[in-house]
C-alpha cells in the first residue's frame, strides 16, 4: 500500500461519522453519569468491530458543544481526552525544527540525516511533522495546534521548542523569519498561511515545499 493510500485509510477512520458520532454520544452520556471511559467505549464498538478512540469522543464532544446539544463539560472533557497529563500544568508545549543547515560542531556522536536538522533522526515525532511540513515553522505549529485541540488539550498558553542543529549557527534573518512565523501561527495571523517558503531567507538548499 502506498504512503498516500495509507494516509487516506487514517483520514477516513479520523472522520466523525453520522454511526460513529451516535455511538460517542452513548458513550460520552454514560461517561458522565459516571462510568468508566475505557468500559463505556467497549460496550459500544462500530459496527466493523472496532473501538472508538478517544480523539472521536473529543470530536464528537467539540461538534455537540458548538451545536448547543450540550453544555461545556470540563470534567467530561478531562475525562476523555488524550494524554491529560501533558498539559497538567497548564502550558502546553508545541515543538518544531529548523531546516536542515550545516553545524560548525564536529561531534563524533551526534547523528547525521541529510533530510534533518543535525542530531535529529526522521522517526522523532517533532521530526517527522517537520519533515512532512518541509520545515516551515508556520505550517508545523499550526497543525501541532490543531492536533493538539482535536485530542482535548487547551492551547491558550504555549510553551514554543525551536530544535534542530546549531540555533546560533543559522543566520540572524533566519532565526527572526521563523520565530516570527511560529508566533503568527499561535495567533492566527494571518488566518491562512502565505504561500510555503514565502519571504524565507535563502540559507542555500531548497526552500519550503507544500506538504504532499
Not at 77 to 83: A, F, P, Q, S
Request: with cysteine; proline share 9%; aromatic share 6%.
Amino acid at each position: 500500500m502506498e504512503i498516500s493510500e495509507r494516509q487516506q485509510s487514517w483520514r477516513e477512520r479520523k472522520q466523525l461519522t453520522a454511526e460513529k458520532l451516535s455511538l460517542a454520544r452513548q458513550i460520552l452520556a454514560e461517561v458522565h453519569a459516571g462510568e468508566d471511559v475505557l468500559k463505556a467505549m467497549r460496550a459500544h464498538p462500530a459496527a466493523d468491530g472496532h473501538l472508538l478512540g478517544k480523539s472521536m469522543l473529543v470530536a464528537a464532544y467539540q461538534q455537540m458543544v458548538a451545536a448547543d446539544e450540550i453544555q461545556p463539560d470540563r470534567a467530561l472533557l478531562e475525562r476523555i481526552r488524550m494524554k491529560p497529563v501533558r498539559t497538567l500544568s497548564g502550558v502546553t508545549t508545541v515543538t518544531v525544527l529548523t531546516k536542515p543547515y550545516p553545524c560548525p560542531g564536529k561531534c563524533i556522536f551526534c547523528p547525521t540525516d541529510v533530510r534533518m536538522p543535525k542530531s535529529y533522526l526522521p522517526d522523532e515525532p517533532g521530526a517527522m511533522r517537520g519533515l512532512e511540513h518541509a520545515f516551515d515553522p508556520y505550517a508545523q505549529v499550526a497543525s501541532r495546534i490543531r492536533q493538539l485541540k482535536a485530542v482535548g488539550h487547551p492551547t491558550d498558553k504555549i510553551e514554543l521548542l525551536i530544535l534542530g542543529g546549531t540555533w546560533s549557527a543559522y543566520r540572524r534573518d533566519y532565526q527572526e523569519w521563523f520565530i516570527k512565523r511560529c508566533f503568527d501561527a499561535m495567533n492566527a495571523t494571518p488566518l491562512s498561511p502565505p504561500k510555503y517558503g514565502e519571504n524565507q531567507p535563502d540559507l542555500g538548499g531548497s526552500k519550503a515545499t507544500p506538504p504532499p
